[in-house]
């Protein structure tokens, strides 16, 4: 099954502090890689793409194809980074996604 | 303002009532969709449509159905919902009928059957 894959349910980490949520993927072709977000009470959006290689909110990802992963980085977490992230992927099947990391930023 | 629109946005049913999770877009897309979030479970496909009158079940399909009829709406149903389908439902609709770019979501459908 071609699968995304979030290790971590829960990720902690103080404000200031450099933080990285990781995404593995499977696919044998050549995937398309996301990064969704969803704030408290909000409707999910997506924070950055794989092919256009921008920094959105401090946060950037870089794709990996040896070691088939897509995690996402930001050098110093604030408080309002707080959020449940989706990593997706897609090819020649609707986007599938990762069961999601809530990050929490503790001041 | 372009957007996918969900009603209701809550509901508290009873086991077996039957109920309808409108959802709507503005913006001209071909490929619209229905997940669940669940807690530990994350995002769930219950079903898609890559156009009009084309419709496929996504991973968890079973106790809901789907229509679409014209390109804006793709309605869910639940014919006779159960206590296992409470949950939070994300309609989600893109450009193109297979969606290789962003996913716009709605607000949500918090639904509880008790």
């Known amino acids: 099954a071609q699968r995304v894959t979030q290790p971590e349910k829960l990720l902690s980490v103080f404000k200031g502090a450099p933080v990285e949520l990781k995404c593995n993927y499977s696919?044998?072709?050549?995937?398309?890689l996301f990064w969704y977000v969803q704030y408290s009470r909000q409707r999910l959006q997506l924070l950055l793409r794989?092919?256009s290689r921008e920094s959105i909110k401090g946060f950037t990802a870089d794709l990996n194809k040896g070691e088939t992963s897509f995690h996402l980085k930001k050098p110093f977490a604030q408080e309002e980074d707080s959020a449940m992230y989706y990593c997706?992927?897609?090819?020649?099947?609707?986007?599938?996604f990762g069961k999601g990391t809530r990050l929490s930023v503790i001041a | 303002e372009a957007q996918v629109t969900q009603n209701p946005r809550y509901l508290i049913t009873v086991t077996g009532k039957k109920l309808t999770v409108t959802c709507s877009q503005n913006?001209?897309?071909?490929?619209m969709s229905w997940y669940r979030q669940d807690p530990g479970l994350g995002l769930r496909q219950i079903y898609y449509?890559?156009?009009?009158?084309?419709?496929d079940k996504g991973d968890v399909p079973e106790g809901y159905k789907v229509s679409r009829k014209e390109k804006r709406n793709f309605p869910l149903i639940l014919e006779s919902p159960s206590p296992n389908q409470t949950s939070l439902y994300f309609c989600?609709?893109?450009?193109?009928?297979?969606?290789?770019?962003?996913?716009?979501f709605g607000e949500g459908s918090r639904l509880t059957v008790l």
């Open positions: 794989h092919i």
């Open positions: 913006m001209n897309h071909e490929y």
């Open positions: 989600a609709s893109s450009f193109g009928d297979v969606p290789t770019g962003e996913l716009f």
């Open positions: 696919y044998s072709g050549s995937p398309e």
């Open positions: 997706a992927r897609s090819g020649n099947t609707p986007l599938v």
């Open positions: 449509s890559m156009n009009v009158e084309v419709t």
